[in-house]
Protein backbone atom coordinates (compact mmCIF):
# COMPACT_ATOMS: atom_id res chain seq x y z
CA UNK A 1 0.00 0.00 0.00
CA UNK A 2 1.32 3.42 -0.78
CA UNK A 3 -0.55 5.26 2.04
CA UNK A 4 -2.58 7.19 -0.24
CA UNK A 5 -6.54 6.81 0.35
CA UNK A 6 -9.67 8.61 -1.10
CA UNK A 7 -12.69 8.79 -0.56
CA UNK A 8 -15.67 7.71 -0.91
CA UNK A 9 -14.41 4.51 -2.95
CA UNK A 10 -17.75 4.94 -5.11
CA UNK A 11 -20.10 8.04 -5.63
CA UNK A 12 -23.49 7.92 -8.25
CA UNK A 13 -24.94 11.18 -9.18
CA UNK A 14 -27.13 12.55 -11.66
CA UNK A 15 -26.51 14.66 -14.43
CA UNK A 16 -25.78 18.89 -13.53
CA UNK A 17 -25.24 18.03 -9.55
CA UNK A 18 -22.01 18.97 -8.14
CA UNK A 19 -19.41 16.59 -6.27
CA UNK A 20 -16.45 16.49 -4.21
CA UNK A 21 -13.41 14.05 -4.24
CA UNK A 22 -11.11 14.03 -0.77
CA UNK A 23 -7.52 12.44 -0.91
CA UNK A 24 -4.97 12.29 1.61
CA UNK A 25 -1.41 12.12 0.62
CA UNK A 26 1.65 10.10 1.94
CA UNK A 27 2.80 11.48 4.96
CA UNK A 28 5.78 13.73 4.02
CA UNK A 29 4.74 14.79 0.67
CA UNK A 30 3.93 18.22 -0.02
CA UNK A 31 2.47 17.68 -3.88
CA UNK A 32 -0.96 16.10 -4.63
CA UNK A 33 -1.95 15.58 -8.29
CA UNK A 34 -5.58 14.38 -9.72
CA UNK A 35 -5.94 12.15 -12.84
CA UNK A 36 -9.56 11.19 -14.45
CA UNK A 37 -9.43 7.70 -15.74
CA UNK A 38 -12.33 6.66 -18.78
CA UNK A 39 -13.12 3.01 -18.98
CA UNK A 40 -11.17 1.61 -21.28
CA UNK A 41 -8.21 4.27 -21.12
CA UNK A 42 -5.20 5.23 -19.77
CA UNK A 43 -5.31 8.11 -16.70
CA UNK A 44 -5.46 11.89 -17.88
CA UNK A 45 -3.76 14.49 -15.97
CA UNK A 46 -6.38 16.86 -14.35
CA UNK A 47 -4.22 19.09 -12.31
CA UNK A 48 -1.59 19.41 -9.52
CA UNK A 49 -1.63 21.72 -6.34
CA UNK A 50 1.96 22.03 -4.20
CA UNK A 51 1.90 23.85 -1.12
CA UNK A 52 -1.80 24.71 -1.25
CA UNK A 53 -1.74 26.38 -4.85
CA UNK A 54 -2.62 24.85 -8.20
CA UNK A 55 0.89 23.90 -9.73
CA UNK A 56 -0.27 23.39 -13.42
CA UNK A 57 -3.50 21.76 -15.40
CA UNK A 58 -4.26 19.70 -17.89
CA UNK A 59 -6.77 19.92 -20.75
CA UNK A 60 -9.95 19.99 -18.56
CA UNK A 61 -12.73 22.97 -18.21
CA UNK A 62 -13.25 25.53 -15.22
CA UNK A 63 -16.04 23.38 -13.74
CA UNK A 64 -12.80 20.93 -12.38
CA UNK A 65 -11.10 22.84 -9.39
CA UNK A 66 -9.64 21.91 -6.42
CA UNK A 67 -8.27 22.71 -3.10
CA UNK A 68 -5.21 21.43 -1.17
CA UNK A 69 -5.01 21.90 2.41
CA UNK A 70 -2.11 22.85 5.30
CA UNK A 71 -1.63 19.21 5.91
CA UNK A 72 -1.56 18.62 2.23
CA UNK A 73 -4.78 16.59 1.73
CA UNK A 74 -6.93 17.31 -1.24
CA UNK A 75 -10.20 18.08 -2.80
CA UNK A 76 -11.36 17.33 -6.33
CA UNK A 77 -14.33 19.11 -7.07
CA UNK A 78 -16.47 18.97 -10.18
CA UNK A 79 -19.68 21.32 -11.09
CA UNK A 80 -22.75 20.72 -13.54
CA UNK A 81 -22.06 17.10 -13.99
CA UNK A 82 -22.09 15.52 -17.26
CA UNK A 83 -22.66 11.58 -18.44
CA UNK A 84 -18.78 11.65 -20.07
CA UNK A 85 -17.55 12.73 -16.05
CA UNK A 86 -17.91 9.20 -15.66
CA UNK A 87 -14.66 7.43 -14.64
CA UNK A 88 -12.18 6.43 -11.98
CA UNK A 89 -10.37 9.22 -10.24
CA UNK A 90 -7.16 9.05 -8.89
CA UNK A 91 -4.88 11.09 -7.03
CA UNK A 92 -0.90 10.90 -6.59
CA UNK A 93 0.85 12.50 -4.37
CA UNK A 94 4.58 13.21 -4.81
CA UNK A 95 7.49 15.28 -3.66
CA UNK A 96 8.33 18.15 -5.91
CA UNK A 97 11.56 18.25 -7.20
CA UNK A 98 12.81 15.22 -5.31
CA UNK A 99 11.43 12.78 -6.86
CA UNK A 100 9.66 11.86 -9.90
CA UNK A 101 7.79 9.14 -8.05
CA UNK A 102 3.79 9.67 -7.94
CA UNK A 103 2.24 6.95 -5.20
CA UNK A 104 -1.33 6.69 -6.26
CA UNK A 105 -4.46 6.43 -4.19
CA UNK A 106 -6.67 3.51 -5.07
CA UNK A 107 -9.37 6.01 -7.02
CA UNK A 108 -12.60 7.38 -6.58
CA UNK A 109 -15.46 5.54 -9.04
CA UNK A 110 -17.80 8.07 -9.95
CA UNK A 111 -20.59 7.67 -11.87
CA UNK A 112 -23.20 9.95 -13.61
CA UNK A 113 -26.80 9.23 -14.69
CA UNK B 1 0.74 12.97 -32.20
CA UNK B 2 0.26 10.32 -29.47
CA UNK B 3 3.07 10.89 -26.92
CA UNK B 4 2.70 7.48 -25.40
CA UNK B 5 1.85 4.17 -27.79
CA UNK B 6 1.36 0.80 -26.39
CA UNK B 7 0.28 -1.17 -28.95
CA UNK B 8 -0.98 -4.52 -27.77
CA UNK B 9 -4.11 -4.26 -26.39
CA UNK B 10 -3.66 -7.72 -24.81
CA UNK B 11 -1.36 -9.90 -24.18
CA UNK B 12 -0.71 -13.72 -22.65
CA UNK B 13 1.88 -15.31 -21.24
CA UNK B 14 2.68 -19.21 -19.58
CA UNK B 15 3.14 -18.67 -15.86
CA UNK B 16 6.86 -19.29 -15.58
CA UNK B 17 7.58 -17.53 -19.52
CA UNK B 18 8.76 -14.30 -19.88
CA UNK B 19 6.90 -11.60 -21.48
CA UNK B 20 7.61 -8.19 -23.21
CA UNK B 21 5.42 -5.24 -23.09
CA UNK B 22 6.23 -2.81 -26.39
CA UNK B 23 6.04 0.68 -25.40
CA UNK B 24 7.10 4.28 -27.48
CA UNK B 25 7.04 7.54 -26.61
CA UNK B 26 7.42 10.86 -28.48
CA UNK B 27 8.96 14.00 -27.24
CA UNK B 28 11.49 16.67 -28.00
CA UNK B 29 12.87 17.04 -24.58
CA UNK B 30 16.27 16.18 -23.75
CA UNK B 31 14.94 15.47 -19.90
CA UNK B 32 12.21 12.84 -19.50
CA UNK B 33 11.21 10.26 -17.24
CA UNK B 34 9.67 6.58 -18.06
CA UNK B 35 7.19 4.79 -16.15
CA UNK B 36 5.38 1.85 -15.59
CA UNK B 37 2.47 0.96 -13.77
CA UNK B 38 0.43 -1.93 -13.14
CA UNK B 39 -3.32 -1.40 -12.70
CA UNK B 40 -5.28 -4.76 -11.17
CA UNK B 41 -8.89 -4.63 -11.28
CA UNK B 42 -9.17 -2.91 -8.12
CA UNK B 43 -7.75 0.29 -9.68
CA UNK B 44 -4.98 1.13 -7.85
CA UNK B 45 -1.64 2.19 -9.75
CA UNK B 46 1.00 0.30 -8.54
CA UNK B 47 4.71 1.91 -9.47
CA UNK B 48 6.75 -1.06 -10.79
CA UNK B 49 9.99 0.67 -12.50
CA UNK B 50 11.53 3.90 -13.42
CA UNK B 51 13.88 4.99 -16.13
CA UNK B 52 15.33 8.59 -16.60
CA UNK B 53 16.38 9.66 -20.14
CA UNK B 54 20.04 10.29 -18.75
CA UNK B 55 20.49 6.93 -17.13
CA UNK B 56 22.96 4.56 -18.74
CA UNK B 57 22.25 1.76 -17.65
CA UNK B 58 18.67 0.27 -18.00
CA UNK B 59 16.69 0.06 -14.52
CA UNK B 60 15.54 -3.08 -12.98
CA UNK B 61 13.78 -3.85 -10.18
CA UNK B 62 13.45 -7.22 -9.22
CA UNK B 63 11.36 -9.52 -12.02
CA UNK B 64 11.21 -6.31 -13.70
CA UNK B 65 13.36 -4.87 -16.53
CA UNK B 66 13.04 -2.03 -18.74
CA UNK B 67 14.65 -2.46 -22.22
CA UNK B 68 15.45 1.54 -22.81
CA UNK B 69 16.51 2.00 -26.45
CA UNK B 70 16.77 5.78 -26.53
CA UNK B 71 17.70 6.22 -30.61
CA UNK B 72 14.01 4.33 -31.23
CA UNK B 73 12.08 6.12 -28.46
CA UNK B 74 11.28 2.70 -26.76
CA UNK B 75 10.81 2.00 -23.46
CA UNK B 76 9.45 -1.81 -23.16
CA UNK B 77 8.86 -3.50 -20.10
CA UNK B 78 9.96 -7.28 -19.58
CA UNK B 79 8.40 -9.12 -16.81
CA UNK B 80 10.55 -12.56 -16.19
CA UNK B 81 9.16 -16.24 -14.83
CA UNK B 82 5.53 -14.64 -14.65
CA UNK B 83 3.16 -15.69 -11.37
CA UNK B 84 -0.59 -15.59 -11.98
CA UNK B 85 -0.63 -12.81 -10.10
CA UNK B 86 0.97 -10.74 -12.44
CA UNK B 87 -2.86 -10.43 -14.69
CA UNK B 88 -3.28 -6.98 -15.01
CA UNK B 89 -3.28 -3.92 -16.93
CA UNK B 90 -0.11 -2.64 -17.72
CA UNK B 91 1.19 1.59 -18.24
CA UNK B 92 3.70 2.91 -19.37
CA UNK B 93 3.38 6.96 -18.87
CA UNK B 94 5.96 9.75 -19.32
CA UNK B 95 6.98 12.54 -17.48
CA UNK B 96 8.87 15.52 -19.10
CA UNK B 97 10.64 17.94 -17.81
CA UNK B 98 9.10 20.87 -20.02
CA UNK B 99 5.63 20.81 -18.44
CA UNK B 100 6.67 23.53 -16.06
CA UNK B 101 7.10 23.00 -12.73
CA UNK B 102 4.40 20.36 -12.59
CA UNK B 103 5.37 16.97 -12.53
CA UNK B 104 2.43 15.40 -14.59
CA UNK B 105 2.47 12.03 -16.27
CA UNK B 106 1.48 11.07 -19.50
CA UNK B 107 0.18 7.77 -19.72
CA UNK B 108 -0.35 5.37 -22.57
CA UNK B 109 -3.62 3.12 -23.76
CA UNK B 110 -2.17 0.19 -21.60
CA UNK B 111 -1.79 -3.20 -22.23
CA UNK B 112 -4.17 -6.30 -20.67
CA UNK B 113 -1.92 -8.82 -19.55
CA UNK B 114 -3.27 -12.59 -18.76
CA UNK B 115 -0.59 -14.88 -17.27
CA UNK B 116 -2.27 -18.71 -18.32
CA UNK B 117 -1.68 -21.48 -15.47
Known amino acids: ETGVTQSPTHLIKTRGQQVTLRCSSQSGHNTVSWYQQALGQGPQFIFQ???????GRGNFPPRFSGLQFPNYSSELNVNALELDDSALYLCASSVLRTSDEQYFGPGTRLTVT | AQKITQTQPGMFVQEKEAVTLDCTYDTSDPSYGLFWYKQPSSGEMIFLIY??????QNATEGRYSLNFQKARKSANLVISASQLGDSAMYFC??????????????FGSGTQLTVLP
Open chain 2, 51 to 56: QGSYDQ
Open chain 2, 93 to 106: AMREQASGSARQLT
Open chain 1, 49 to 55: YYREEEN
